[in-house]
Structures are given as structure tokens and as C-alpha cells.
């Protein structure tokens, strides 16, 4: 089996983003383990993405995606560029140039028995280019003759007529489409995906990392820079303070966890820089910071903390299949979807809008959930062990498919 897949993988100027690798390496893990031979990968780094899973002797290639990033020509030129890129595939010539990379992307799904779009790349109005990108690789497979699958995906909740017609489209190109939020699945269905290929799921990196570990007296921490529109210092202030009530009233260590974040020691970007400045502002010295190198080891410690608190997305999915007491601090609506959606796939609902944690009442829902703790490992255990079977069956659904004379 020889499959085309695209995430949003790559790293780039050693800033990594554990979740996009994350999803990305859950489906190349389950589908090797169905049969898959050899992959070609669509990155923003292909020599870093072959390097970074060429583990074990697994051949891979990787090849640059065909680019739809915003120009002059707006919305314009990207559809320009969608219709030439399509009708080159269909067998036309002289529409590209000779180094177009559109056309190494075409060659690679001739070449392949299907095509897969992993997580990431959410497909919403706030990324169009994903979206071009997207359905510019079905529209190529379908015109070659090659299956097509969608998994993992956040759908909206920011979609415009225009884009609810492009996803239509993409969609119904696909012969399986996963979606991991019931307000995704509310779209999916709005866009007339038809029901025997559309499956709600939990997020594939739910089990990237899937061992049983014991609960350190950790409290794992992961924030982004973006706070919508609330005031980031105010943000900030109240939030040290919630870590500070955190150590007072548990007893467990900060430990900040970088999910975007530089691999060079010497440079603290990404989320790293709103660590610090929330350690500025803490009274508690109990804290450390780090950036895992992989989204694997990422998984592994959020699995075993013993609380996580976080305003970003996969920090969650790695903790609450363990059964770890998770907040989801939300800051709009594209955080509250993805944020409420990963922690009810697993049974837990420690949602704490940035309005409320402005309010005060972050050490209300602490208390709560704490109190719950216990409760609430051994219900998200059982929980996991049925999404863990259902994630299992959809990856045997997706191999099927995407092997040779499926």
C-alpha cells in the first residue's frame, strides 16, 4: 500500500507544533500497522518530516504541498489557481510552470493507491488556504482515479458561504470523513456528507501515547499566546493566579509544557514566551518549563500529571483518555469547539471561558473538578476503552480503502 498523505507537518526554523506532528504520526502508526509499505508526505519541511519518521526502516518520501497562501490576486488568484491545477491533472498541459510544485504533488497520487488528509488544517474560513490546498488533492485524486479519506478534522465553526462551498465539495469527494467534534459532525451533516461515510470520533492522536502511568504530583500547564479578545495582561494576572491556588490547594508542582515551541534551548518563542510571563507573575516557585521534542513525549507527560490546565487543544487529547482531570481555558469560539469537544469524547467538562477566568471563577471549577478526580479517572478510562475500539475499527475502515484494488 503506497499512500499520499497531508497534515500540517514540517518543521520549520526549529519551531514544532507537537499537535499537527501528532495527528500526522497516529495515522501513519495505525496505517503501517495495516499494510502500509511506503508514504509519501506533503510538508512544509520534507527533508525534517523524512527525517523525523524514517524510524525503524520505514521508507518514507516527502514533497512540498501546492501552495494556495494568500496574494495579490486574493481569493481570485487561489481559484485560478485550483482550476489549472485540477485541469492539469485531468491530462491538460502548458497551465503550470515546468517547477510547479502542484505537479511533483500530481505525479505522487498517480503513483499511489489513495490519498489521505490527516488531522490538522482545520478546515475553516480562518484558513482558506487550507481549505484550497485540501481540495485541490481530492480533486487531483478523484481525476486519477484514487481513493480519498478525511480524518480528524474540526469543521468551522467560522465558515463562509463561499468556504461551506468549497468543504461541500471536498467532502464529498471523500469515501470516509472523520469529524471529532459533535458541532463538526453538525456541519458535516449541514453540507450533506452522507451519513455511511461520516464518523464521529476522538481526535487521532488520542492514543499516539497509550500506556497506563502513574499520576506524579504534577499540575501540567499549556497556553497560547492568543486570548481572543480579552486583555492579555489582565489574562495573564488571573491565570497566575489560578496557578497559584493550584499549588496552594493541591499540592502539586506547575510543569509548563511547551506545544509550540522552539527546539533550540538558546530561543524561547511560541508558547514558552506566555510561560514566562505567567511565571513572572506567580507567587509560587514551584514551576518548570519545558519542550518535548516530539509529540509522543508530549503525550507521555500529560498523561501523567496529575491535573492539566490548558488553552490549547491537544494537551487535552493526549490527558483525558488517562483519565487526568483536565480545564480547557477557551478564549473564542473556534477554542470552545475544539476544547469542549475533547473533553466530552471522554466524559469530562471542565470548560472555563476566558470571560469566567476574568470573573474569578477559576478556582470554583478547580475545586470541582479536583473534588471529581477520582471519579472522573476511572469514568474516562472506560470511556477510552470504547473510543480506543471504534479508533481502531475506523483506521481498518480507512486501510481498507485506501488498499490496492479497495
Sequence with gaps: MRVVAIGDVGVIDEMIHIGDEAMFEAFVDAIRARGLDSLVAISANPSETIARYS???FGIEAIRGIGFAPSAGGRAAQQDRLDRVLRTAAGETDLLADDDSALAVIDAIRDSDGVAVTGGGNLASTWPSHIFERLAIAGIAEALGKPFVV?????GPQLSEEDSALVARLLG????????ESASLAVAQSLDVPADRLRLGADDA?????ETLPALPICVVTLANHVGDADRDAVTAAIADLLDEIVETTDLDIVFLAHFGSLDEARVRGDSVVHQ???????????????????PGAARIARSA?????????????????GVSTIGITVDEYTRVKLTGALENFGQHGILPV???LAGDGPELLARVWADRVEMTSAGRTIADTQR???AAWWDRVATVLSPGS
Design 55 to 57: 524510524a525503524d526502516g
Design 206 to 210: 488520542s492514543f499516539l501515547f497509550d
Design 277 to 295: 510571563r505567567v511565571m513572572a507573575q506567580m507567587i509560587s516557585q514551584r514551576v518548570l518549563a519545558v519542550v518535548p521534542p516530539d509529540a
Design 173 to 180: 469527494l471523500a469515501q470516509l470523513v472523520s469529524v471529532r
Design 306 to 322: 496529575s491535573l492539566v490546565v490548558t488553552s490549547r487543544y491537544h494537551p487535552a487529547v493526549f490527558a483525558v483518555p488517562a
Design 355 to 357: 470571560a469566567a477566568l
Design 389 to 391: 475500539a471504534a479508533s
Design 151 to 155: 480524518s480528524g478534522q474540526t469543521l
